[in-house]
């Protein structure tokens, strides 16, 4: 597996569990850490805890669902979405990218397919998310830890 997709984050929303391990199970297996929720009031709170670095939706969830979910999450970020959804209505898969989704896969899917439709996106949106990872030490005052949102100043943690 290339080293640019190791550790990188990815939340993925689905009131199946049993779909979410295989899910879980496929992308550990190319090395990225994989976080899970089961409903759409979980994902929110999971995306502010875990800062993903992709979120693969359901829409069809019990008690938000994920276009509701989608709209609240590009409210506060532009982390990108795969829509993933046994509704593969041209209806359905037009009001996902409209409301700002990146990508919108039906179920059933291939586990390759998944996967590479995951490192595509993250690859297409690297730039455009700015997003960093890892340890960087400006000089000995200033440390800024992109995975945990840290800043050092002068061996103290600053508040954000």
């Given at each position: 597996?290339?080293?640019?997709f190791?550790?990188?984050?990815?939340?993925?929303?689905?009131?199946?569990?049993?779909?979410?391990?295989?899910?879980?199970m496929?992308?550990?297996?190319?090395?990225?850490?994989?976080?899970?929720?089961?409903?759409?009031?979980?994902?929110?709170?999971?995306?502010?805890?875990?800062?993903?670095?992709?979120?693969?939706?359901?829409?069809?969830?019990?008690?938000?669902?994920?276009?509701?979910?989608?709209?609240?999450?590009?409210?506060v970020?532009?982390?990108?979405?795969?829509?993933?959804?046994?509704?593969g209505?041209?209806?359905?898969?037009?009001?996902?990218?409209?409301?700002?989704?990146?990508?919108?896969?039906?179920?059933?899917?291939?586990p390759?397919?998944?996967?590479?439709?995951?490192?595509?996106?993250?690859?297409?949106?690297?730039?455009?998310?700015?997003?960093?990872?890892?340890?960087?030490?400006?000089?000995?005052?200033?440390?800024?830890?992109?995975?945990?949102?840290?800043?050092?100043?002068?061996?103290?943690?600053?508040?954000?």
């Open positions: 597996m290339p080293e640019e190791d550790r990188r984050k990815i939340l993925v929303v689905d009131d199946e569990e049993r779909m979410v391990r295989f899910i879980r496929n992308l550990e297996h190319d090395g990225f850490l994989v976080s899970e929720a089961f409903n759409g009031k979980q994902a929110i709170s999971k995306m502010r805890d875990f800062t993903p670095d992709l979120i693969l939706l359901d829409v069809m969830m019990p008690d938000v669902d994920g276009f509701d979910v989608l709209e609240t999450i590009r409210e970020s532009n982390v990108p979405v795969i829509m993933l959804t046994a509704k209505e041209e209806d359905d898969r037009v009001r996902g990218l409209e409301l700002g989704a990146d990508d919108y896969v039906t179920k059933p899917f291939s390759r397919e998944l996967t590479s439709r995951v490192k595509a996106v993250l690859r297409r949106t690297e730039g455009a998310t700015g997003s960093m990872h890892g340890l960087i030490e400006v000089d000995e005052r200033l440390k800024i830890d992109f995975d945990r949102r840290e800043i050092w100043l002068e061996g103290k943690l600053v508040k954000l």
